[in-house]
């Protein structure tokens, strides 16, 4: 709660992997709070009042992945929303003569992109979250101490740094600093 806040605030795509995370350990400890508490929560050692808030978060979090249906696969609402706000911006970036330095990180990143969406069941999800998706499985091979390979690496380089400015043009924009032509 008080990582996922902070991340939402600095940087949005550090946010979106974090949450996505959390969705993970709350699938693996099977949506039961006592778990969560004993291997995650009280690791933070943090005072009563906080901890409390900290398990109401995650009792909320379960909650809304059992009403969304989302326990095996799939993401919550709230973070797709982030999403779909990162696509609006990042169409409005593409289409804007302003911002030459974002169209040319995604244009690099773009060939890698399409060959992650040929691999892919789902043919609606658009390259946003594709890039996103691409980016988490790697933190997994990273967590699992798997090693990457070259070709994979170097998509892992030019989606970072597409994702790096996508995530900096949203600050900014949050911030009222990113004007945007549909303003």
């Known amino acids: 709660m008080y990582i996922s806040a902070q991340k939402r605030k600095e940087n949005i795509a550090e946010y979106i992997l974090y949450m996505w995370q959390i969705e993970d350990l709350i699938r693996a400890y099977k949506f039961d709070i006592d778990q969560i508490r004993q291997n995650i929560i009280s690791k933070f050692g943090l005072e009563t009042e906080k901890e409390k808030e900290l398990v109401q978060w995650y009792e909320n979090l379960i909650e809304m992945m059992r009403m969304e249906n989302v326990q095996q696969i799939g993401h919550l609402q709230v973070n797709k929303n982030v999403l779909i706000d990162l696509l609006d911006m990042h169409k409005q970036l593409l289409f804007s003569q302003e911002y030459p330095d974002y169209s040319s990180a995604y244009y690099k990143a773009l060939p890698f992109i399409t060959e992650l969406k ?9 390259d946003i979250e594709t890039a996103f998706s691409f980016l988490y499985g790697i933190l997994m ?28 043009k949203y600050k900014l924009y949050k911030a009222g600093q990113l004007k945007l032509d549909s303003e």
């Open 141 to 168: 091979l990273k967590l699992q101490q798997k090693e990457i390979s070259e070709g994979t690496e170097k998509a892992k380089e030019s989606i970072s740094k597409f994702i790096v400015q996508l995530a900096s």
């Open 118 to 126: 040929t691999k892919q069941t789902d043919t609606e999800i658009d």
